[in-house]
């Protein structure tokens, strides 16, 4: 079974730039989740998708972001303009359900550099 | 607003020398407390899922155990191989998705 995959693995921008991170769930998991990790903090929760639709996105830091999941597979999480303290690493993660009885698959995740 | 304390940040162990990291931590109420593991570059890795207070999993050399308060990841005879961050994670009974983690505890395995 494929993992979850993200890219770009690695993304340095300047401030004001414009990012957009992806990532493919496992193949049939409705379940898709956005972390992020900035320097010296605990990973946090952004948002949760179930198919296409938001369920919660009562992480998500303000109007700059924005996540969207067509067709209810993959997902994008979009930055726009970019600000320094954006800079952190991007984890996605999924699951068939919820509840975590066999945890939560997470990406590798996307490091983004804004300079 | 849950909380995650793990403890100690950083430790370093002899290959085959005992220790565990602690994970403290205050939920209104928990549904379910995850151990995951994280290799540099990497994301985490699901290891375990407890759900109440006694509960106890293994799985190799890990031994996770479970208090109202705490939760213990026990690591026996450890490897360099086990040489990875452990991160700590609740979730809430308001919640059935959403992850509260720790900072982690990066342990470091000598041979």
């Known amino acids: 079974e494929a993992g979850v995959t993200q890219f770009p693995s690695h993304s340095v921008i300047e401030k004001g730039q414009t990012v957009t991170l992806r990532c493919d769930p496992i193949s049939g998991h409705d379940n898709l989740y956005w972390y992020r990790r900035v320097m010296g903090k605990e990973i946090k929760f952004l948002l949760h998708f179930v198919k296409e639709s938001k369920q919660d996105e009562s992480g998500m830091p303000n109007n700059r972001f924005l996540a969207e999941r067509t067709g209810g597979t993959y997902s994008t999480l979009k930055v726009q303009p970019a600000e320094l303290e954006d800079s952190g690493v991007y984890f996605c993660?999924?699951?068939?359900?919820?509840?975590?009885?066999?945890?939560?698959?997470f990406g590798s995740g996307t490091r983004l550099t804004v300079v | 607003e849950d909380q995650v304390t793990q403890s100690p940040e950083a430790l370093r162990l002899q290959e085959g020398e005992s220790s565990s990291l602690n994970c403290s931590y205050t939920v209104s109420g928990l549904r379910g407390l995850f151990w995951y593991r994280q290799d540099p570059g990497k994301g985490p890795e699901f290891l375990f899922t407890?759900?109440?207070a006694g509960e106890e999993k293994e799985k190799e050399r890990l031994k996770a155990t479970l208090t109202k308060k705490e939760s213990f990841l026990h690591i026996t005879a450890p490897k360099p191989e086990d040489s990875a961050t452990y991160l700590c994670a609740v979730q809430d009974v308001s919640s059935n998705y959403k992850l509260t983690f720790g900072k982690g505890t990066l342990l470091t395995v000598n041979p």
């Open positions: 407890l759900y109440s």
């Open positions: 993660a999924s699951s068939p359900g919820t509840g975590g009885k066999r945890g939560y698959t």
